[in-house]
């Protein structure tokens, strides 16, 4: 039986997300509960065998091994790779060709943990795409064995893992020093696999490198400007090229210059861009609905062809699955890559960035001015019990003055030009996310305060 109720259906509508599933051990999340997320996900797949992977969180192993048990209980052979970055567990989805799960709360506290699931070659599941029916036949019946037990093996992925990424940016040119935020997370793993195939071109000092699920130094969440502050120093200190943060399960990258200065992830987005498309040109390139508008007029401006999409990774790679797109960025700090099985990847967007900066003379800050046109805000949140109420405020503020756009997407999106914000309401939480970009630092800030005002009066 599962204690503390993880298969009672107040508990499943919490923890199944759009995307994936999240929520805390041991009151949301148990082993019994991965046991039977295991099972289903085989019987809604029919997955002849499936890939697990797990990152450092001291519940992780248990609930990997239980979910493998689940599937080879309906037939399925799993494979296990052991500790991983969810990249790393996309890779071995695309390279050995099998469905995969990945035990991660990516960069939730440590008392959170979660499941990441994907069909063969990285295809991701989503709500609509059979993550609503794994949900609903976990919280059914205990599900009937299979004729035929699956087997469960063991294989090793990470330095293959650390083959490919190197493939598809290969670093050279001049000697950089680079600094890494492993944030305790799985680039502690990561990152030596791949930097120490670079010994000739990169200087690496490491920085939290300790797999450690605590997060005893910092959350690992780039996105938040805290997370970021030792890096920041480090880099200084050490009179670094560039600085690396990574995300708890290392899918996600942040960029702090040679100054310091964290760099906007739609910066990155537009640098990746260039490259790609200098690779393929008249490329469809994929950007979310918050990034910069710097990205769609960059794209444009190369050659290619901006295609906007909602926040969030399935939406992200179906849209890229459409398009044949051969990059996307989100304003997150996801990157997701066509030669990648349409992937997101920290590790091959900091690849690419110091493939690109050891390419020139220049510093970092240097390069990426030519990709940074505006100000943007950041990610604001604020708590609101209505959400409904205030997107509908701020549609009948906005939306009848001239020259303004409203769209809704995702969210509330409002283009008047030389300003745009977008408001949307989380998926997981009472919170409204506001992103504000204006053509200069005045306009954004008045656009920001006077939104503000409406979200939290």
């Known amino acids: 039986m599962a204690p503390s109720g993880s298969l009672s259906p107040s508990n499943l509508a919490a923890v199944f997300k759009a995307y994936d599933v999240r929520g805390t051990v041991p009151d949301q999340l148990d082993e019994e509960f991965a046991r039977r997320v295991g099972a289903a996900f085989v019987q809604v797949t029919g997955a002849p065998t499936v890939v697990v992977g797990h990152d450092m969180r001291p519940s992780s192993p248990g609930m990997a091994g239980a979910f493998a048990q689940g599937a080879a209980d309906q037939g399925a052979d799993v494979v296990l790779i052991g500790l991983a ?20 709360a990516s960069h939730n506290p440590a ?46 992925v990470l330095a293959a893992y650390a083959a490919h990424v190197l493939s598809l940016a290969p670093v050279t040119g001049r000697r950089l020093k680079v600094v890494v935020d492993a944030g305790n997370g799985m680039a502690g793993l990561t990152a030596p696999a791949v930097f120490e195939r670079l010994g000739d071109v990169v200087d690496l000092v490491p920085m939290y490198f300790e797999l450690d699920g605590s997060f005893p130094h910092h959350e690992a969440n780039p996105i938040d400007p805290e997370t970021l502050v030792d890096l920041q120093a480090r880099v200084l200190a050490e009179r670094a090229d560039i600085g690396l943060a990574f995300d708890g399960d290392a899918d996600r990258c942040f960029l702090v210059d040679e100054q310091g200065r964290a760099v906007s992830p739609s910066t990155l987005t537009a640098l990746i861009a260039d490259r790609e498309l200098a690779r393929v040109p008249g490329s469809n390139v994929i950007h979310n609905l918050i990034t ?47 030669d990648f099985w349409r992937a997101d990847s920290g590790m091959l967007a900091a690849l690419h960035a110091l493939s ?102």
């Open 292 to 338: 910069s508008k710097a990205v769609p007029e960059i794209v444009t401006e190369k050659g290619g062809t901006p295609v906007r999409t909602r926040v969030g990774h399935s939406y992200i790679k179906a849209t890229m699955a459409e398009t044949d797109a051969v990059f996307g960025g989100e304003h997150s700090g996801h990157f997701y890559f066509r």
């Open 356 to 457: 690109a900066l050891g390419e020139t003379d220049v510093p970092l800050s240097q390069l990426l001015a030519d990709y940074e046109r505006y100000p943007m805000s950041g990610e604001i949140n604020s708590t609101v019990a209505d959400q409904q109420a205030v997107l509908t405020q701020l549609e009948e503020t906005y939306g009848a003055q001239d020259g303004v756009t409203v769209d809704k997407l995702d969210g509330l999106t409002v283009d008047a030009g030389d300003w745009w914000f977008n408001v949307r309401a989380s998926n997981t939480e009472p919170l409204l996310r506001l992103n504000v970009e204006g053509k200069d630092e005045a306009t954004m800030t008045d656009v920001r305060d006077r939104v503000l005002a409406v979200i939290r009066g």
């Open 111 to 156: 008392q959170y943990n979660g499941i990441k699931m994907c069909r063969a070659n990285a295809v991701p599941i989503g709500t609509e795409t059979g993550l609503s029916e794994i949900r609903d036949l976990v919280g059914g019946d205990e599900p009937t064995p299979a004729a035929r037990t699956g087997s469960i093996s063991e294989h090793d």
């Open 85 to 104: 970055s969810t990249d790393q567990l996309y890779f071995a989805s695309g390279h050995l060709g099998h469905a995969g799960a990945m035990f991660t």
